[in-house]
């Protein structure tokens, strides 16, 4: 089985996430999609994190009508920072009868090659890249590299950290969530 690792803080997960999962659970060969919930990037603050545990709950939430999208605690027991060479390691380790492949937007791999040990995931791993609008060009070291898979999923410009925002300052952004995330967030007055 192959399965598409999704990785990210997801505070919170909302419909862009959502639609560019389902939309490459449906058109790429990869089997699952997970989301991948991290602790703490090592490129964030974990000051405007919501808990571990709350927003696996919200990816949950999001994730359960979907039979191929998958919530995934997996980094919650491993050293943090957490970083995606250790975790891809620690998921062959304990699943080695999956393949396993990253999805990340292109905004992500213009900046791939700052990645801890980026060359070994990419000898291992199969990574599927979804459009963003963002400034800089890919480094010309991935053009055509046999590896990296456009998808040409739907771009999304929505931002965990606008929906947070606008939480706080009293909108209603309840189209940009999931229904069942919509309900949680308002129950438990996050982000206000």
């Known amino acids: 089985m192959k399965i598409g690792l999704y990785f990210g803080t997801f505070n919170p997960i909302h419909i862009g996430h959502l639609t560019i999962a389902n939309h490459i659970a449906e058109h790429s060969d990869l089997d699952q999609i997970w989301f991948v919930v991290t602790p703490l990037s090592p490129f964030k603050k974990k000051s405007s994190l919501l808990d571990n545990r709350q927003r696996f709950e919200m990816v949950y939430r999001a994730t359960k009508d979907y039979d191929k999208l998958r919530p995934c605690d997996i980094e919650f027991g491993l050293k943090?920072?957490?970083?995606?060479?250790?975790?891809?390691?620690?998921?062959?380790?304990?699943?080695?009868?999956?393949?396993?492949?990253?999805?990340?937007?292109?905004?992500?791999?213009?900046?791939?090659?700052?990645?801890?040990?980026?060359?070994?995931?990419?000898?291992?791993?199969?990574?599927?890249?979804?459009?963003?609008?963002?400034?800089?060009?890919?480094?010309?070291?991935?053009?055509?590299?046999?590896?990296?898979?456009?998808?040409?999923?739907?771009?999304?410009?929505?931002?965990?950290?606008?929906?947070?925002?606008?939480?706080?300052?009293?909108?209603?952004?309840?189209?940009?969530?999931?229904?069942?995330?919509?309900?949680?967030?308002?129950?438990?007055?996050?982000?206000?």
Do not use: C
Not at 114 to 134: D, F, G, M, V
Not at 159 to 177: D, E, Q, V, W, Y
């Open 80 to 192: 943090q920072p957490n970083y995606t060479i250790d975790t891809l390691t620690y998921l062959l380790e304990k699943h080695p009868e999956y393949e396993f492949a990253l999805i990340m937007g292109e905004d992500n791999l213009k900046g791939f090659h700052k990645w801890k040990n980026y060359e070994l995931i990419l000898e291992n791993h199969h990574i599927y890249i979804y459009p963003r609008i963002s400034e800089g060009n890919v480094e010309t070291r991935f053009d055509g590299h046999p590896k990296i898979h456009y998808v040409k999923a739907p771009i999304m410009e929505i931002s965990s950290t606008f929906i947070r925002s606008s939480i706080k300052a009293g909108k209603n952004i309840r189209p940009l969530l999931p229904e069942h995330v919509w309900e949680y967030v308002d129950e438990m007055n996050f982000y206000k």
